[in-house]
């Protein structure tokens, strides 16, 4: 994973020195995970939040390149039943996966100032919790894949010079759970609003 953080920095800098665009961006996330089995339930959608530093290097009058380093919270929510004869209403259990992210995406304008976006999401797990948290362990991170890879796709829309927005669909590709059999497993699935601002 370092490996890839030191090629985000180093493309972010050719950025700069190339003048390139540099973006600042944050918004929210509508996440969930979901079981490979679709006549399965889990968990259910919860919001969160990321920010970052995104670079967009341009290809042609129409295409574009951009790459970054996100903090992306994600996770989802998950009642748990109360114990059997009991008149205790469900709990509401939420659990967050926090992630780095390193996108690297397509941008091809259509119609100024829309364009379509699409590629793939990187993700490395730097932390977990749980709230209330109810796990025998210190750290349910163990419980998770350090690593998770996306599938992106969506929108951007530029209505001012210096502010962007971008409506992204992010398809989890990988396992989330190392114990779980690969019909049982999980994978995330999260609907992003982000807002930027051009720096350069």
Same mark, same amino acid.
């Given at each position: 994973m370092k490996y890839l953080l030191i090629? #985000?920095?180093s493309l972010l800098v050719s950025s700069? #020195?190339?003048?390139q665009k540099i973006y600042v961006l944050g918004g929210l996330n509508y996440t969930n995970v979901v079981p490979n089995d679709r006549n399965l339930e889990y968990g259910e959608y919860k919001f969160g939040y990321h920010f970052g530093i995104l670079g967009c290097f341009e290809i042609s009058n129409q295409v574009n390149i951009q790459?970054?380093?996100?903090y992306n919270q994600k996770?989802?929510?998950?009642?748990?039943p109360p114990p059997p004869g009991t008149l205790r209403v469900d709990d509401e259990l939420r659990r967050n996966l926090n992630y780095l #992210?390193? *996108?690297i995406v397509a941008e091809? #304008?259509?119609?100024? *100032?829309?364009?379509?976006v699409g590629g793939i999401e990187l993700n490395y797990l730097a932390?977990?919790?749980?709230d209330p948290e109810i796990s025998t362990g210190d750290n349910i991170r163990d419980n998770y894949s350090s690593f998770d890879l996306g599938l992106s796709m969506g929108l951007k829309l530029d209505p001012l010079p210096k502010t962007?927005?971008?409506?992204?669909?992010?398809?989890?590709?990988s396992d989330l759970v190392e114990t779980f059999a690969s019909n049982n497993n999980l994978r995330n699935r999260t609907l992003q609003l982000s807002i930027g601002y051009k720096l350069n």
């Amino acid at each position: 994973m370092k490996y890839l953080l030191i090629l #985000t920095y180093s493309l972010l800098v050719s950025s700069t #020195t190339l003048g390139q665009k540099i973006y600042v961006l944050g918004g929210l996330n509508y996440t969930n995970v979901v079981p490979n089995d679709r006549n399965l339930e889990y968990g259910e959608y919860k919001f969160g939040y990321h920010f970052g530093i995104l670079g967009c290097f341009e290809i042609s009058n129409q295409v574009n390149i951009q790459s970054g380093i996100i903090y992306n919270q994600k996770g989802h929510d998950l009642e748990i039943p109360p114990p059997p004869g009991t008149l205790r209403v469900d709990d509401e259990l939420r659990r967050n996966l926090n992630y780095l #992210t390193i *996108p690297i995406v397509a941008e091809v #304008t259509t119609i100024n *100032p829309l364009s379509l976006v699409g590629g793939i999401e990187l993700n490395y797990l730097a932390s977990a919790n749980e709230d209330p948290e109810i796990s025998t362990g210190d750290n349910i991170r163990d419980n998770y894949s350090s690593f998770d890879l996306g599938l992106s796709m969506g929108l951007k829309l530029d209505p001012l010079p210096k502010t962007v927005v971008y409506l992204k669909y992010v398809y989890g590709l990988s396992d989330l759970v190392e114990t779980f059999a690969s019909n049982n497993n999980l994978r995330n699935r999260t609907l992003q609003l982000s807002i930027g601002y051009k720096l350069n």
